[in-house]
C-alpha cells in the first residue's frame, strides 16, 4: 500500500495501477487513417464474408443523418432463404446458443402488409464437429422444442404518427429466426459449425472456441455500437484482440433512430411525433454487420434503452425485436424469445402525475424475459440486470441478482464481472446520476459479494473509474468503466458542455445549482418518485474531475479486458482514431488483498483531490477549456509491481 503523498496527508488503499510509457501515452494518428477500408480482420482459420464499404472519418462524427453505413452495403446476398445475420450466444460452461436467420426482413404500408413467413415450412439444422472438413454431428431440425431448438417470427404494426408511407402506416414481417443449442461441448476445444438446411442449402462454415479457464483470458467489450462506420472499425477491432467471448452492454441496432419509414428521426420532431418507432430493417442489417465477429466468438448482451422499440398498437409490447433476435440464458432450460408486456404495469402501478412507468419493487417475472442472465466462461462468472427493469428489493431481478451472486463458486470462477447499460457513475452531463435509485438500492449487493468490475454503456463517451463505493473511491467497491462508445450514428456525447464539472456550461449550471428541482428520469425507467435519488452525504457535482473519475474521453472505441490470473486483470482502452496497437488507456487492476475497507475521509467528512470542490453558487471555477483534448487521468498511486505485458 502506497500513500497518496497530496497536500491532505490522507493514505489511499485503491487497488488500481495507473501505467505510463509509450502505450499510455497519447497515440499519433496514421497517416492512411482515412484511406483504409473496411474489412475483415482475419482470425487464424476464420472463414467469413467481409463488409466492404469506403470508410470516412472515423474520428468525432456531429449529430446528424448519414453517418450510418448505406444500408445497400449490408444487403442479404444469395437466395431469399440462405442463412445470414449468424452469431453465437455463450450459453453454460458446455454449451453454445447458434443463431441464424433465413428469408427476408419485409416491410409496406398497412393496406398492402407483406404476409408473414411459415416458420413450421423450414428447418433449423446446424452441422458440426471438431475438424473443417469432417461436420459429423447434427442438431436441430423440423421439430422445435423450445429448450434446444426454437424458431419463429414476429410482426411490428406502425401508426402514421410513427413514419408514414404515403400516409398510411407501416407493418414490417421478420425473417423466419432460428436458434439451436449446442450441448457437451468441450472447453478448449475449436468447433466447425455451418447452419441452414437440405431444402434451402447451407452458410459458410464458421468456427468458435469454447472458452476454457486459463489465463491470459480475453473479454472484447463495447456499447452503444450502432451500425456507422465507426461501429465497423470496433467491430474490427474487437477481432483483431482475439477474444475468448466479447460483451455487448445495451443499446445495438438503433433500428428505433429510424422512423418506420426509414427516415432518420434524430432532433426531428414533427406532428404527433411518438418517441417509440423503428425501422426494423436495421435490425437485419446490424445482424449482417456483427456476424464478422458473433459467427466466431460469443456475443452476449444485455437491452438498452434503444430495445424497448414499444409497439403503441400491439399492446405497448417491449424487446420484441431484441428479444427475438438475441435470447440469452436467463434460465439455460429454455430458449426465452418472449417479449416484455409492460400493458401489466401501466393497468396496476402507473402513476401519471409523476410520470412513472413502473414501481422499482413490483414483482412480474413476465415483464422481465431476458433482463437479467449470467453465464460461466473460463475463470470469469459474467453477470446482466437491466436497469429498465424493476431493480428494487421486492422484484424478481433483485431476488435473482442476490441468489446469482451468493452461488458463485470463486474457486472456479474468482472474477465476477457485470454488466448493465446507464451508468451509475459518470462525469458527462447525459444521464447524470439518471438511475440514482437503482444504485441506491443494489450497491450494496456488489459490494458484499466482491464484484470486481462493471460495465455499462448509454453515455457516447469513455470514462473509467477508481473503485468505487457510495460516490467515494472505496477499495472494497468495484471498479466502473463506461463504454458507450461503439460508433452509433447519435454521436459522441457533447451536450452542453461535455463534462458535468465544466462549469462554464449553462446545462452543467442549472443541474448543479438547482438540485431540488432536478428531475430527469425518463418515463420508460423505473422510479420510485419520478425523481430520482441524490445522496445527501456527498456533494451532487463537483467543480472538477469527481474524486471517482480516474480517466475520461470522448472518443469512439473499443475496450480490451485481459484476465492476467485469479488477482490481477489488465484493462485497455483503444479509440478508433488511433493506431489498432495503441491504448490510450492501460492499467492494471489487483483485487483487494484484503475484507478491509478503506475510503478516502478527512475529519468525517469526504475527502477529494486536491482540486474536486462541490459546486457552490458564491465560488464559480473555470471548467476545462476542452474535453477532448488531453489527458485526463488522476494519479492516485503508483503501484510498485512492474508491468505484465500480454
Not at 74 to 87: K, T
Not at 403 to 410: A, C, E, F
Request: hydrophobic share 30%; aromatic share 12%.
Amino acid at each position: 500500500m502506497f500513500g497518496m503523498g497530496s497536500s491532505l496527508g490522507l493514505v489511499s488503499v485503491i487497488w488500481v495501477c495507473l501505467l505510463s510509457g509509450p502505450q499510455g501515452a497519447r497515440a499519433a494518428r496514421p497517416s492512411d487513417a482515412f484511406a483504409r477500408k473496411l474489412s475483415m480482420i482475419e482470425h487464424p482459420d476464420w472463414i467469413g464474408t467481409p463488409i466492404n464499404a469506403s470508410l470516412g472519418l472515423d474520428s468525432r462524427l456531429p449529430f446528424k443523418e448519414g453517418n450510418d453505413i448505406p444500408l445497400s452495403e449490408l444487403e442479404h446476398v444469395g437466395p431469399e432463404f440462405s442463412p445470414d445475420q449468424v452469431h453465437l450466444t455463450m450459453w453454460t460452461e458446455d454449451s453454445m446458443l447458434v443463431s441464424w436467420a433465413t428469408g427476408l426482413g419485409r416491410i409496406g404500408v398497412a393496406s398492402k402488409a407483406p404476409e408473414p413467413y411459415d416458420p413450421e415450412e423450414v428447418e433449423s439444422l446446424v452441422e458440426y464437429g471438431t475438424e473443417a472438413s469432417t461436420l459429423d454431428q447434427q442438431k436441430g431440425g423440423v421439430q422445435t422444442d423450445g429448450a434446444t431448438v426454437q424458431r419463429l417470427v414476429y410482426t411490428y404494426e406502425y401508426g402514421p404518427a410513427d413514419g408514414a408511407i404515403d400516409g398510411e402506416g407501416t407493418v414490417y414481417q421478420s425473417p423466419i429466426l432460428h436458434h439451436v443449442l449446442l450441448e457437451g461441448l468441450e472447453p478448449g476445444m475449436r468447433y466447425y459449425y455451418r447452419v441452414g438446411s437440405e431444402q434451402y442449402g447451407f452458410s459458410d462454415v464458421y468456427n468458435f472456441t469454447m472458452p476454457k479457464r486459463e489465463y491470459p483470458f480475453v473479454i472484447a467489450v463495447t456499447s452503444d455500437l450502432g451500425q456507422t462506420y465507426n461501429s465497423s472499425t470496433t467491430l474490427d477491432r474487437m477481432i483483431q484482440a482475439k477474444p475468448d467471448i466479447a460483451l455487448l452492454a445495451g443499446d445495438l441496432s438503433y433500428a428505433d433512430a429510424y422512423w418506420a419509414n426509414g427516415t432518420y428521426y434524430f432532433w426531428t420532431p414533427g406532428p404527433g411525433m411518438s418517441y417509440f418507432k423503428s425501422y426494423q430493417p436495421r435490425w437485419d442489417t446490424f445482424g449482417r454487420l456483427v456476424q464478422k465477429l458473433a459467427a466466431h466468438v460469443p456475443l452476449n448482451t444485455i437491452a438498452g434503452n434503444h430495445e424497448l422499440e414499444s409497439i403503441v398498437k400491439q399492446d405497448n409490447v417491449t424487446y420484441l425485436a431484441y428479444n427475438s433476435r438475441y435470447p440469452n440464458p436467463q434460465y439455460p432450460e429454455k430458449i426465452n424469445t418472449e417479449p416484455d408486456l409492460p400493458k401489466y404495469y401501466w393497468d396496476q402501478k402507473l402513476l401519471p402525475d409523476t410520470g412513472k412507468f413502473f414501481e422499482p419493487s413490483i414483482s412480474n417475472a413476465a415483464t422481465s424475459n431476458n433482463s437479467f442472465h449470467s453465464h460461466n466462461a473460463g475463470p470469469v462468472h459474467v453477470v446482466f440486470v437491466n436497469n429498465y427493469a424493476p431493480y428494487g428489493p421486492g422484484s424478481v431481478m433483485y431476488k435473482w441478482l442476490e441468489d446469482d451472486l451468493k452461488s458463485v463458486d470463486r474457486s472456479k470462477t474468482p472474477w465476477v464481472i457485470m454488466l448493465w447499460h446507464a451508468p451509475w457513475y459518470s462525469t458527462y452531463d447525459g444521464s447524470y446520476k439518471q438511475i440514482g435509485e437503482m444504485q441506491k438500492d443494489m450497491e450494496p449487493l456488489l459490494k458484499e459479494y466482491k464484484v470486481d468490475l462493471v460495465i455499462n454503456g448509454h453515455v457516447h463517451a469513455y470514462e473509467r473509474s477508481t473503485p468505487v463505493f457510495k460516490n467515494l473511491p472505496n477499495t472494497c467497491g468495484p471498479n466502473h468503466i463506461t463504454i458507450g462508445d461503439g460508433g452509433n450514428a447519435e454521436g459522441l456525447t457533447y451536450f452542453d458542455g461535455g463534462y458535468v464539472d465544466n462549469t462554464t456550461s449553462t446545462y452543467s449550471q442549472n443541474l448543479c445549482l438547482n438540485t431540488s428541482n432536478y428531475f430527469y428520469v425518463p418515463g420508460y425507467t423505473p422510479t420510485y418518485s419520478g425523481k430520482g435519488y441524490i445522496d445527501p452525504d456527498v456533494p451532487f457535482c463537483y467543480m472538477s474531475q469527481a474524486p471517482y473519475s480516474d480517466f475520461r474521453d470522448p472518443s469512439f472505441g473499443h475496450g480490451e479486458i485481459i484476465l492476467l490470473n485469479d488477482t490481477a486483470l489488465q484493462w485497455k482502452w483503444n479509440r478508433n482514431m488511433d493506431a489498432s496497437d495503441a491504448f490510450y488507456d492501460d492499467v492494471i487492476i489487483t483485487k483487494n488483498p484484503s475484507d478491509e475497507c478503506t475510503d478516502l475521509v478527512l475529519d468525517g467528512k469526504p475527502a477529494v483531490h486536491a482540486n474536486a470542490k462541490p459546486w457552490v453558487r458564491s465560488n464559480p471555477a473555470p471548467g476545462p477549456s476542452s474535453y477532448g483534448g488531453g489527458r485526463k487521468i488522476l494519479r492516485r498511486q503508483q503501484h510498485s509491481r512492474s508491468r505484465r505485458r500480454v
